[in-house]
């Protein structure tokens, strides 16, 4: 019998969120067989913490106390220190670093080790709407640096690829796609319209525009804000137009009174952070995405899977999840008129709001299964310890 591969992943934090869920339903899937795996990872905010889920898997879990999400170099040099020492006492054959500090640390420590077979996954990008601009620069200096320290860097689409290279990171060679994935049958076990509407005090009849994600500027709810009333203004009385924001985050307040001051307040839920997205995604009937950067994007995928039509940005890793008037619209970042007509146009056309939905989940268990997701990322672990080519 062949000797189990053995795997640590880092990850900055184990929150509530894209990256952690991926990296959990990873860890979940692998084959217990032929993969062995540790996760070490920084402590989340109370209340979003994934650290319990992970430690009910068939793996270890190391908590790092000192890595954080932002630039602290006292607390960085006490992760790094804390990091070789968990690589030196194990026998790891494979280091799976990912999200960009967890990233630049853990492939750090794998050097000052000499593990050679290392990943990097940043799970998106962070070049742009995320810091600012000498924050951005600094993390961009280290990412070119870092990816000298790694045999493969996984993105989560083709263009997440080209940007990498177009700002001197990386060779050509180092990189693979690896989209993200979701357990479509699953998600539609949680599907719950009507209680969610009961819930939430929803009409039968009313039309439910979703946005999942944290409250901060790079989701751009700002934007589906300044939309709102015109796509109200465009419906008219006909038809009472929700809107629900799923997620927290520091721009909440500014959110909250900006709808109040468009006059739109009351059409506007505010949920915060929830750990049922999928099924409040099942009471929505549009999810708008308009971000200014993304990865590729969890709650699209999670919306397909559930047949509800996606209207998203044409940024980052997007367009190779949203088909444009197949299985959703796209739209330009930063234009609320250009976002306001493309809600409209599904809000007055159900039939092909129903279209698009269907295609969406199509697209999503022929190209965005967790099962895929899970086999492309095993078969890249084989390639690099020489057991497949």
Excluded at 86 to 112: E, N, P
Excluded at 177 to 192: E, F, K, Q, Y
Excluded at 251 to 279: C, H, M, W, Y
Excluded at 315 to 338: F, K, M, R
Aim: aromatic share 6%.
């Amino acid at each position: 019998m062949k000797k189990r591969i053995e795997i640590l992943h880092v990850i900055t934090r184990m929150e509530e969120g894209g990256a952690p869920r991926v990296l959990l339903d990873l860890m979940g899937g692998l084959d217990r067989d032929r993969f062995s795996q540790t996760l070490a990872a920084g402590p989340a905010p109370e209340g979003t913490e994934l650290l319990p889920e992970a430690r009910r898997l068939p793996i270890s879990v190391r908590e790092i106390g000192a890595l954080g999400r932002r630039i602290a170099p006292a607390k960085d040099l006490l992760a790094l220190v804390s990091l070789v020492d968990l690589i030196k006492r194990g026998s790891f054959d494979i280091i799976h670093t990912h999200t960009s500090k967890a990233g630049f640390l853990g492939r750090l420590a794998a050097r000052f080790t000499g593990t050679g077979r290392v990943i990097y996954s940043p799970h998106g990008d962070i070049f742009s709407a995320y810091f600012p601009g000498y924050e951005t620069a600094a993390y961009t200096l280290a990412e070119r640096i870092a990816a000298r320290w790694c045999e493969k860097i996984v993105t989560l689409s083709d263009a997440g690829a080209r940007e990498y290279l177009a700002r001197g990171i990386g060779k050509g060679r180092q990189f693979v796609t690896i989209p993200n994935g979701v357990d479509a049958t699953a998600l539609s076990r949680s599907a719950d319209r009507a209680g969610v509407r009961r819930e939430l005090g929803i009409g039968a009849d009313d039309f439910v525009v979703a946005c999942v994600g944290r409250l901060v500027t790079v989701k751009g709810c700002d934007v589906l804000a300044a939309a709102a009333p015109k796509i109200i203004a465009r419906i008219g009385d006909g038809r009472t137009v929700r809107f629900l924001m799923v997620g927290d985050g520091p721009q909440r307040e500014a959110l909250v009174s900006l709808v109040g001051e468009l006059g739109v307040g009351d059409r506007f839920s505010f949920l915060g952070f929830r750990r049922d997205v999928p099924r409040l995604l099942s009471g929505s009937d549009l999810l708008a995405m308009p971000s200014r950067n993304e990865g590729l994007g969890m709650s699209i995928l999670e919306a397909m899977a559930l047949s509800v039509p996606v209207v998203a940005s044409r940024v980052g890793g997007i367009p190779e999840a949203v088909t444009d008037g197949i299985t959703g619209i796209l739209v330009s970042p930063e234009q609320p008129d250009e976002l306001a007509r493309a809600c409209v146009e599904l809000i007055e056309n159900g039939g092909r709001a129903r279209q698009m939905g269907r295609a969406g989940r199509k697209a999503v268990e022929e190209r965005f299964s967790i099962g895929r997701s899970i086999e492309r990322t095993a078969r890249l672990y084989l390639e690099l310890m020489g057991e497949v080519s």
